[in-house]
């Protein structure tokens, strides 16, 4: 049995892992799937300085507080970060990363440093204007899944009564690492795009920079970007199986 660890990002809670983390435990795993500070079921309590270091404190507090060990930590987008800044706290505890269609960013960058800068300046519009000057709102999920085959209309239905704002601190708020989570295994589960993709970036460009060493490796699951709504099943096999080659 493994424990598994499940962190969303952004816009979505602990929901979003349901089938997923119902698959592991069919395995005999034991899983925790967590909402941040402000989202999910955690949505009420959402302020102007949520910020990342609210949420590496969500994660790390989870881990402390139900004495878990040998954890595989997994973190969906945004929640790279997360997983990565949770880790490098204590590193005692955790066994193995995973990252969800993302990856680390090196210390002292930003979320928002990530994204290109048209859709940087687009998201800080919507924050100015529909979140209150601290809130990103949720992206036009339907818009999304037009293109994407094993999409269906549940799942947008499901994202759009369950996705709420994200608190606008999180993708401005530096990640802060030591260095202690690069002890650790790696895989990278990728959705949008290819391993082959990741090795060139983290050759050129140095935000990828981590994503190229002999501690990484790397499984390949084509859909959107939430593989855990899209193709649940398949990305738990992968889970499953990720401890054993770890």
Do not use: C
């Not at 391993?195 to 859909?223: F, I, K, N, S």
């Amino acid at each position: 049995m493994t424990t598994f660890v499940l962190v969303p990002g952004f816009w979505l809670g602990a929901w979003a892992w349901h089938s997923t983390a119902a698959e592991l435990r069919r395995h005999g795993h034991d899983v925790y799937p967590i909402s941040l500070t402000g989202l999910g079921e955690r949505a009420h309590l959402a302020r102007p300085d949520t910020d990342l270091d609210v949420h590496v404190t969500d994660v790390v507090n989870l881990l402390r507080y139900e004495d878990l060990r040998d954890v595989v930590l997994v973190g969906h987008s945004y929640a790279g970060s997360v997983v990565t800044a949770a880790a490098d706290r204590v590193t005692d505890r955790v066994a193995q990363l995973v990252y969800v269609d993302t990856g680390p960013l090196p210390d002292g960058v930003t979320q928002v440093e990530f994204t290109p800068p048209a859709e940087r300046e687009r998201n800080a519009a919507l924050v100015a204007d529909h979140g209150d000057g601290w809130r990103l709102p949720p992206p036009p999920w339907a818009d999304l899944a037009a293109s994407v085959p094993d999409v269906d209309d549940s799942i947008v239905t499901l994202l759009r009564e369950r996705s709420v704002d994200q608190p606008w601190a999180t993708a401005t708020a530096p990640v802060r690492l030591t260095g202690e989570w690069e002890k650790l295994p790696r895989l990278g589960v990728l959705s949008s795009f290819t391993a082959a993709q990741v090795q060139g970036m983290a050759a050129t460009l140095p935000l990828y920079r981590h994503m190229a060493d002999d501690a990484w490796r790397y499984e390949e699951l084509p859909t959107w970007h939430w593989p855990m709504l899209s193709r649940p099943v398949e990305l738990a096999a992968i889970l499953h199986q990720a401890r054993l080659k770890a």
